[in-house]
């Protein structure tokens, strides 16, 4: 179950922190992600924002490098997302995902597939205003 957390309106410039709490994952080896959907956009128009897998790698958007990141607290099950700098393109509902993983050296589904992931939480809205 993932349950998504922190969203808010903002101005230009300003910050949010993004919270998805993860449970009921059952596996060592996971990818974890953010992904978010723009308002009146379809579903399959998810746009991939940070993937992170269970041996600490990340990747993420282009348009995120620099402002976005991603960081695991699994004392308390928690995926973070600190969003910095943000942008009006930022608005958006955000939505966490997961997906397991059979072995270690199974790679995550790239941010363009939204599809190879099969567990969504219901999302948070981030708007930001200029």
């Known amino acids: 179950r993932l349950v998504e957390s922190g969203g808010d309106s903002v101005q230009s410039g300003g910050s949010l922190r993004l919270s998805c709490q993860v449970t009921g994952l059952g596996s060592q080896h996971y990818c974890l992600g953010w992904f978010r959907q723009a308002l009146g956009k379809d579903r399959e128009y998810r746009e991939g924002?940070?993937?992170?897998?269970?041996?600490?790698?990340?990747t993420y958007v282009d348009s995120v490098k620099g402002r976005f990141t991603v960081s695991r607290d699994t004392a308390d099950n928690t995926l973070v997302l600190q969003m910095d700098n943000l942008q009006s393109d930022d608005t958006a509902m955000y939505y966490c995902?997961?997906?397991?993983?059979?072995?270690?050296?199974?790679?995550?589904?790239?941010?363009?597939?939204?599809?190879?992931?099969?567990?969504w939480g219901q999302g948070t809205r981030v708007t930001v205003s200029s």
């Open positions: 924002v940070v993937i992170f897998k269970s041996d600490g790698t990340t």
């Open positions: 995902t997961a997906h397991r993983l059979s072995y270690s050296y199974t790679s995550c589904a790239s941010l363009r597939n939204p599809t190879g992931y099969n567990y």
